[in-house]
């Protein structure tokens, strides 16, 4: 798959390249791009509008990179703002499906190519979509949270699962991979099945909230399945204040520094890493040849593979130049870093 992927890959590339290289002013349209918050995850703050933007600048196209915060009238704002500029490309990452949808259907009506970047909008029906293979994602997580289980020594542990948001078909997808890994464990008796919920808005306050309801309501819980470092690092909070934090593994995913921090701390056992730079790159690569009048030498869905990352393996995440050792090596993790190899 992952061979599969690079060669569609280097093709988009060569194609974009090819596509940059043309006069500017031989009717490039601008591209826009809106992302989802700055809240649900790290990235969208940080990695993916450095690398979309450095994409676009190094092509010469034209971009507006805005972010909704969340916000889902903010959202449809930005995007009625976009059309009527007369953008060629759009490109988002929805809030709901329903919302994504409404400003897909407008953009279409306006002649508009259309691209769904990173969560799949149901019946959006956009020209080009763009991600991670989720439910590999999610059954990553369920891998990891069996391996970190089997040095554990715990028989039968109850496993507590905390979802992302039920409006994210991204969440949904997640739950079908762990799910596929983990319901056979219970339906056997290897693990117990304690409680799952799922949380609105991956909302990291009301995760904190919802874990310790589970905790105390389940005392035997001895694993935990969060869907991303942020609901993770909820949990890891209120497990500290019971003095469970190391006892209990805990899953994520996004490779944020705040998750990886608690990898090398030995609060959380593993993360998912989704190489954003490859997302990026592909989506910026379609945008561009489309806002260039060219066909796209790509196919409609691009799926992208995502790794495992556990204390052993931190350091690929900086090779990667995803996340450096400075930021990860803090006075606080020093040490923890040390121990694992990684220099500042």
Not at 146 to 168: F, K, M, Q, R
Not at 219 to 242: E, M, P, S, T
Not at 243 to 260: S, W, Y
Request: glycine share 10%; hydrophobic share 40%.
């Amino acid at each position: 798959m992952r061979t599969v992927f690079r060669r569609i890959f280097a093709v988009v590339l060569l194609a974009a390249g090819l596509a940059a290289c043309t006069d500017p002013d031989s009717g490039t349209g601008k591209v826009g791009i809106i992302l989802p918050d700055t809240k649900t995850s790290a990235r969208w703050a940080t990695a993916d509008i450095k690398y979309l933007e450095a994409a676009f600048d190094a092509a010469g196209v034209p971009v507006d990179v805005q972010n909704a915060q969340g916000d889902k009238t903010q959202f449809q704002t930005i995007a009625d703002g976009m059309i009527s500029s007369g953008v060629k490309v759009l490109m988002i990452v929805n809030l709901d499906s329903g919302t994504g949808k409404a400003v897909l259907d407008k953009a279409r009506s306006a002649g508009i190519a259309t691209i769904d970047y990173d969560r799949l909008t149901l019946d959006g029906n956009a020209d080009h979509y763009v991600s991670f293979d989720n439910v590999r994602v999610g059954q990553l997580l369920g891998q990891g949270l069996v391996g970190c289980l089997a040095t554990s020594g715990d028989a039968h542990p109850v496993i507590a699962e905390l979802n992302g948001a039920p409006t994210d078909n991204n969440a949904t997808l997640f739950a079908q991979g762990y799910n596929s890994v983990l319901d056979p464990r219970y339906a056997d008796g290897t693990f117990v099945r304690g409680p799952q919920q799922n949380v609105h808005d991956w909302d990291n306050n009301q995760a904190a909230t919802i874990f310790e309801q589970m905790l105390t309501a389940h005392h035997g819980i001895r694993g935990v399945l969060a869907a991303n470092d942020g609901l993770a690092n909820a949990a890891i909070q209120v497990l500290k204040r019971y003095k469970l934090n190391g006892h209990v593994p805990v899953t994520g995913q996004d490779a944020t520094v705040q998750g990886l921090q608690n990898i090398l701390a030995g609060d959380q056992c593993m993360t998912v890493y989704k190489p954003v730079k490859e997302e990026a790159d592909a989506a910026s690569s379609l945008a561009i040849a489309l806002a260039k009048g060219q066909p796209p030498a790509a196919p409609r869905e691009i799926l992208l593979m995502p790794r495992a990352i556990t204390r052993n393996t931190v350091k690929d995440v900086i090779a990667d130049g995803y996340v450096t050792s400075a930021q990860l090596c803090t006075d606080e993790f020093r040490q923890a870093c040390a121990a694992a190899g990684i220099a500042r």
